[in-house]
């Protein structure tokens, strides 16, 4: 199944999620094909966020509450990955 490009599509931000320790962060968008996607980002000393995946989100998710479940069960959000 091939996709189809999101550059250019409308979105809108559905929420922040940040882990427990602030250094990293997950905005949870929803673009108007009804697509969901995570865009994840972490802490880097002297910048604010960096992009995890090189500005690539992460998705598709059926919904945003899907998005969240993921994300919030990785061991790089909980900061368990080392």
Do not use: C
Request: no cysteine.
């Amino acid at each position: 199944m091939s996709r189809v490009s999101l550059q250019g599509q409308e979105y809108r931000s559905a929420f922040t999620l940040y882990s427990a320790d602030g250094k990293r962060a997950a905005d949870v968008v929803e673009f108007r094909n009804g697509e969901t996607y995570l865009d994840e980002r972490e802490w880097v000393e002297g910048t604010v966020f960096k992009n995890r995946h090189a500005g690539n989100l992460v998705g598709p998710f059926a919904s945003p509450e899907d998005a969240r479940e993921f994300i919030v069960s990785t061991s790089w959000f909980r900061g368990d990955d080392g």
